[in-house]
């Protein structure tokens, strides 16, 4: 009987857990300023394949996000710009800062953020703008710095989804004044929980590395705000591992992302994912759109697939703006974000990663073939 092909699947090998019981046997689970060994020795590996000049570690990609905004300063009575369409914590990062959410729309073949949604969304009051490169391609990054110079805005990409992911020959993670990403359990690179920032500016990397620990500057006293964003030694060295196969994961990523393409070609219900001249996607999803859909239909065939052992998921059938507690940013104006919303009822996800064998690729895209025809 055939198992479910999961949308994603953690590549953990024995020399990980060979580094990972060493770091335990040591004694040396964390350090109290979050720069043990191995922690120092992956954010300089981290830097150097991003190209950035220096990477913070911290504890998860939300962690990321939160500490990049509070070292750019940003706080209450300012503005942030951000995508609905997106995984909650680019907002709740937004609103832990105590900052309010500036929704903004989407391109919808992309669902990257829009830039000329963004020039509306600006206010005397914006500070910054966090695209997100979602599902592992690239934001528009050129018309996104063009409108951070002109109103003297700070960009924090948020990168979660899209290690490795390119645009115009340069890595995510250094097109912003502070970049994040994640290494949860179904990412690229994984390590369970924990995340990284990268930036050019010193300054910035000085206050990151206090703001993950309480906050503290020398003498071991708070000088500022802060938090315990820490990253433990073990996930460290398990990141450090993880990093050094990173390239053959895309490598296999791309090759799988590129079988399921050609085998799904030829479905005209469905819109399938692409790269713009340019960019290089990470291939952290596969998503394709239904054309036509509403949320019902799409829903159905979601779990028709799961009932055949394709492990599809919907990212995101809810946009933040949508959500309850968010809804309370825009007062008593209803925020319409067509793009977004109607993405939202018509994409979903199907498994591509790299631990699938060609004939597991072969059955998901004949089933999605089946199933949405």
């Not at 073949?109 to 910054?128: L, N």
């Not at 239904?290 to 990212?315: C, M």
């Amino acid at each position: 009987m055939r198992e479910t092909i999961p949308i994603s699947k953690l590549s953990i090998s024995n020399e990980d857990i060979k580094i990972v019981t060493k770091i335990l046997k040591s004694g040396i689970l964390t350090e109290r300023t979050g720069s043990g060994p191995n922690v120092s020795q992956f954010e300089s590996d981290f830097a150097h394949f991003v190209g950035a000049k220096r990477a913070v570690a911290v504890s998860s990609g939300t962690a990321a996000l939160h500490a990049s905004l509070m070292a750019l300063g940003i706080g209450p009575g300012d503005e942030v710009i951000v995508p609905s369409f997106s995984f909650v914590a680019t907002a709740e990062s937004v609103a832990l800062t105590g900052a309010k959410p500036i929704f903004a729309d989407i391109d919808p073949q992309t669902y990257c953020i829009d830039p000329e949604s963004v020039e509306d969304a600006v206010t005397k009051k914006t500070k910054a703008v966090v695209p997100v490169h979602l599902y592992g391609l690239p934001s528009s990054m050129d018309g996104i710095r063009e409108i951070a110079e002109k109103y003297s805005i700070s960009i924090v990409e948020d990168a979660a989804q899209a290690v490795g992911a390119e645009y115009k020959e340069a890595k995510v993670g250094t097109m912003g004044d502070i970049a994040c990403f994640s290494f949860y359990a179904s990412k690229n690179l994984a390590v369970g929980e924990g995340g990284m920032t990268t930036t050019n500016s010193e300054e910035y990397a000085d206050a990151l590395r206090m703001i993950r620990n309480h906050g503290e500057g020398r003498g071991n006293e708070s000088v500022r705000l802060g938090h315990n964003y820490r990253m433990p030694e073990v996930v460290a060295a398990l990141g450090r591992a993880q990093l050094q196969r990173l390239p053959e994961i895309l490598k296999a990523r791309r090759s799988n992302a590129n079988t399921v393409t050609n085998l799904l070609n030829d479905q005209d219900s469905l819109t399938l994912p692409f790269e713009p001249e340019g960019y290089k996607h990470s291939w952290y999803l596969y998503t394709v759109r239904l054309k036509g859909a509403n949320a019902a239909r799409r829903n159905k065939i979601v779990q028709r697939l799961r009932e055949r052992k394709v492990g599809a998921t919907v990212y995101y059938h809810t946009p933040i703006h949508m959500m309850e507690f968010y809804r309370a940013f825009s007062g008593r104006e209803k925020i319409e974000l067509k793009q977004t919303e109607k993405a939202s009822r018509q994409v979903f996800s199907i498994p591509t990663h790299q631990g699938m064998s060609k004939e597991d690729l072969e059955y998901v895209a004949e089933i999605v073939r089946r199933v949405a025809s």
